[in-house]
């Protein structure tokens, strides 16, 4: 038994959460806040329409981001659940598979979204303005994808080979690296919102490639290999990261038709607002998705070596996790929503209350959001794509589309609930899944 296999498959659950669940969601967070520091800055240094710009660019932009992570998760399934079955040779081949595909579909998404985003942005109904601002940011952005998507695949397999604290390391790097560029290109130098993308894709791209070194310095449980056939490993990456995708994209899609919406009903005003509330769920979720994310080889390994009920003890410390996790936001959002609003934008006191009103409503989405969140992933370490999927598109699209159309008759007062409401629709969802599942199991 290797030292990644022991630690995965006897390590006390609770322990092997400490050790890391906690560390993964720190790192998870510190990969993904700059995302949301980067828009504080876009606000505080260039103003509304800077950060209204960037939060119409930001859903495509993630799109991309969410062709890497659907291969992450779904090889990372798939090298666990080998792993724990003690197939090594066949881990490696869905490595070095999941390597290529990320940097060949990364490539031709940034192509396409070089082409489609200006035509995007004016359908939305930007202004000349607007439209200019988020065509420089996704821009800039395109350029580096090929690279910088590469650091959502290789922290995934950092993490696999147990290297779980050096994963959060560098994410915690990452952070440093691309706020020290933002600063030193918007606050020192007084550049545009282009330089606020090149400085975190510069950040990101130094990152991935000290990620990348001691794989190629054949250093780590997994090693690039000579394929022997792609045909299978390709069918499972695809299956196994369908839900989260079908999570992120649908979850990007829906982002485009709100703001579309707010843009029509609100303006800037309204855009930016519901981007001040996004970029908040911008930490909270990786936070949540660290947790879970970084248990999954161990919830794979067990499952994959027949250990069931070890499996569910893991799972019921990351729920456990997730709840706490979303009732604190909860009442941050209650009780700090102007705090929380200055900190991106400085606005008068009209905009001001209006903002804080609509905090306040969006975020009960936490309430009951971990429910949904549970299930899916759960559901998705253990290889259940099928329930995994139908929660991710109920989650981003079904239920986002539905209480759009319902709610937006309502006007701003009505978007404002349609998060919330989703939230509350998918843990209904997720509650009934987990109980057919049960009745299966005991018909058995």
């Given at each position: 038994?290797?030292?990644?296999?022991?630690?995965?498959?006897?390590?006390?659950?609770?322990?092997?959460?400490?050790?890391?669940?906690?560390?993964?969601?720190?790192?998870?967070?510190?990969?993904?806040?700059?995302?949301?520091?980067?828009?504080?800055?876009?606000?505080?240094?260039?103003?509304?329409?800077?950060?209204?710009?960037?939060?119409?660019?930001?859903?495509?932009?993630?799109?991309?981001?969410?062709?890497?992570?659907?291969?992450?998760?779904?090889?990372?399934?798939?090298?666990s659940?080998?792993?724990?079955?003690?197939?090594?040779?066949?881990?490696?081949?869905?490595?070095?598979?999941?390597?290529?595909?990320?940097?060949?579909?990364?490539?031709?998404?940034?192509?396409?979204?070089?082409?489609?985003?200006?035509?995007?942005?004016?359908?939305?109904?930007?202004?000349?303005?607007?439209?200019?601002?988020?065509i420089?940011?996704?821009?800039?952005?395109?350029?580096?994808?090929?690279?910088?998507?590469?650091?959502?695949?290789?922290?995934?397999?950092?993490?696999?080979?147990?290297?779980?604290?050096?994963?959060?390391?560098?994410?915690?790097?990452?952070?440093?690296?691309?706020?020290?560029?933002?600063?030193?290109?918007?606050y020192?130098?007084?550049?545009?919102?282009?330089?606020?993308?090149?400085?975190?894709?510069?950040?990101?791209?130094?990152?991935?490639?000290?990620?990348?070194?001691?794989?190629?310095?054949?250093?780590?449980?997994?090693?690039?290999?000579?394929?022997?056939?792609?045909?299978?490993?390709?069918?499972?990456?695809?299956?196994?990261?369908?839900?989260?995708?079908?999570?992120?994209?649908?979850?990007?899609?829906?982002?485009?038709l709100?703001?579309?919406?707010?843009?029509?009903?609100?303006?800037?005003?309204?855009?930016?607002?519901?981007?001040?509330?996004?970029?908040?769920?911008g930490?909270?979720?990786?936070?949540?998705?660290?947790?879970?994310?970084?248990?999954?080889?161990a919830?794979g390994?067990?499952?994959?070596?027949?250990?069931?009920?070890?499996?569910?003890?893991?799972?019921?410390?990351?729920?456990?996790?997730?709840?706490?996790?979303?009732?604190?936001?909860?009442?941050?959002?209650?009780?700090?929503?102007?705090?929380?609003?200055s900190?991106?934008?400085?606005?008068?006191?009209?905009?001001?209350?209006?903002?804080?009103?609509?905090?306040?409503?969006?975020?009960?989405?936490?309430?009951?959001?971990?429910?949904?969140?549970?299930?899916?992933?759960?559901?998705?370490?253990?290889?259940?794509?099928?329930?995994?999927?139908?929660?991710?598109?109920?989650?981003?699209?079904?239920?986002?589309?539905?209480?759009?159309?319902?709610l937006?008759?309502?006007?701003?007062?009505?978007?404002?609930?349609?998060?919330?409401?989703v939230?509350?629709?998918?843990?209904?969802?997720?509650?009934?899944?987990?109980?057919?599942r049960?009745?299966?199991?005991?018909?058995?």
């Open positions: 038994m290797t030292a990644e296999h022991a630690f995965f498959l006897e390590t006390n659950p609770t322990k092997l959460f400490f050790k890391a669940a906690i560390p993964g969601a720190i790192g998870m967070i510190a990969s993904n806040i700059y995302f949301s520091v980067e828009m504080l800055l876009i606000g505080r240094f260039l103003g509304q329409t800077a950060f209204a710009g960037g939060n119409l660019a930001n859903p495509l932009l993630l799109i991309a981001y969410a062709v890497a992570d659907m291969i992450a998760v779904g090889s990372s399934i798939g090298i659940l080998r792993l724990g079955k003690g197939k090594k040779e066949d881990a490696d081949e869905m490595f070095t598979t999941a390597v290529l595909l990320s940097s060949v579909l990364s490539t031709l998404t940034a192509v396409l979204l070089t082409a489609a985003g200006p035509f995007i942005f004016r359908l939305m109904g930007a202004d000349e303005a607007l439209a200019k601002e988020a420089s940011y996704l821009g800039t952005y395109t350029i580096f994808i090929p690279v910088t998507c590469l650091v959502f695949v290789f922290d995934n397999y950092l993490r696999i080979c147990g290297w779980v604290r050096f994963s959060m390391v560098m994410n915690i790097v990452m952070a440093i690296l691309c706020l020290s560029f933002e600063l030193l290109f918007l020192v130098f007084k550049l545009g919102i282009g330089y606020a993308a090149l400085g975190t894709s510069l950040g990101m791209s130094i990152t991935c490639i000290i990620c990348i070194i001691p794989f190629v310095r054949g250093k780590m449980a997994l090693r690039f290999v000579r394929l022997r056939g792609i045909k299978e490993p390709l069918r499972e990456i695809f299956t196994q990261g369908l839900p989260n995708f079908l999570n992120n994209t649908s979850g990007r899609i829906t982002s485009v709100m703001n579309t919406l707010l843009l029509r009903i609100g303006g800037d005003t309204a855009v930016s607002i519901f981007g001040v509330f996004m970029n908040i769920d930490i909270i979720v990786p936070g949540m998705y660290g947790v879970f994310d970084s248990l999954q080889p919830i390994y067990n499952w994959g070596a027949g250990r069931k009920d070890r499996s569910s003890r893991i799972a019921v410390r990351c729920v456990s996790a997730l709840t706490l996790m979303c009732l604190a936001f909860t009442l941050i959002l209650e009780f700090f929503p102007s705090s929380i609003f900190l991106f934008l400085q606005t008068d006191k009209e905009e001001l209350a209006l903002a804080v009103h609509a905090i306040r409503i969006m975020g009960l989405t936490y309430l009951v959001r971990w429910i949904s969140y549970s299930g899916q992933s759960y559901a998705s370490a253990i290889g259940k794509s099928g329930e995994a999927a139908l929660l991710s598109l109920c989650n981003a699209f079904i239920f986002p589309v539905l209480m759009m159309f319902i937006s008759g309502g006007g701003l007062e009505g978007l404002w609930y349609v998060t919330p409401s939230a509350v629709l998918s843990a209904i969802t997720a509650v009934i899944i987990y109980m057919i049960i009745r299966r199991a005991m018909e058995k």
